[in-house]
């Protein structure tokens, strides 16, 4: 569970979609989670899902889970100059130990 | 409530000194975590109480470093003989035992440069 990988960067303009993907390793965990951190601020929940569900959609937010791959994904619709941050994904473990991803800066041009 | 604080914000120390940090968690939440954040990286989990139980600790967690919560509430996390290593952003969350799925909420932060 230990090992959560996320590419780095990513650029879309605004009012396009973004994709932020994430792989973990752990095929116990039962929920995995995406944070949203701005400059200077702490970590905020922005959207989970459970292990065993697909796909959960919360307004602007798309949440993909491949079980079998071991892949997550997250779609932003209509991406806004104020979603540029840093996205974590994140697995909790059938404990409590919470392993986070490197965490993917996206940056939205005007 | 405000949210979970946390104090220092900022602590700047001489290699070799020890350095002790407080967390707050929001008032009703029984869990709270430490993690510990370097530049370009996620949190690394570090360790978990409930209430003043400490549950689980990272087998990354130098001898050097211990946290308390004696009254299920604040909580602190020292760090002993401190290494330029140290240096990192120490994150505490906390969060409701009667929350699903476990929504944890983060403070802000201390930042620790060891000189």
């Known amino acids: 569970g230990e090992d959560v990988e996320q590419s780095l960067f990513l650029s879309v303009r605004e009012g396009d979609s973004s994709v932020i993907n994430c792989t973990y390793t752990d095929s116990s965990s039962t929920y995995l989670y995406w944070y949203k951190q701005e400059p200077g601020a702490g970590l905020q929940l922005l959207t989970y899902?459970?292990?065993?569900?697909d796909m959960k959609q919360d307004q602007r937010l798309t949440v993909l889970l491949n079980k079998k791959d071991k892949h997550l994904s997250l779609r932003i619709a209509d991406t806004q100059t104020g979603d540029s941050a840093i996205y974590f994904c994140?697995?909790?473990?059938?404990?409590?130990?919470?392993?986070f991803g490197t965490g993917t800066s996206l940056t939205v041009i005007p | 409530d405000t949210g979970v604080s946390q104090d220092p914000r900022h602590k700047i120390t001489k290699r070799g000194q020890n350095v002790t940090f407080r967390c707050d968690p929001i008032s009703e939440h029984n869990r709270l975590y430490w993690y510990r954040q370097t530049l370009g990286q996620g949190p690394e989990f570090l360790t978990y109480f409930q209430n003043e139980a400490q549950l689980e600790k990272s087998r990354l967690l130098s001898d050097r470093f211990s946290a308390e919560r004696p009254k299920g509430s604040f909580s602190t996390l020292e760090i002993q003989r401190t290494e330029q290593g140290d240096s990192a952003m120490y994150l505490c969350a906390s969060s409701s035992r009667a929350s699903r799925p476990d929504e944890q909420y983060f403070g802000p932060g201390t930042r620790l440069t060891v000189t």
């Open positions: 994140a697995e909790k473990e059938a404990g409590n130990q919470f392993y």
């Open positions: 899902i459970f292990s065993n569900m």
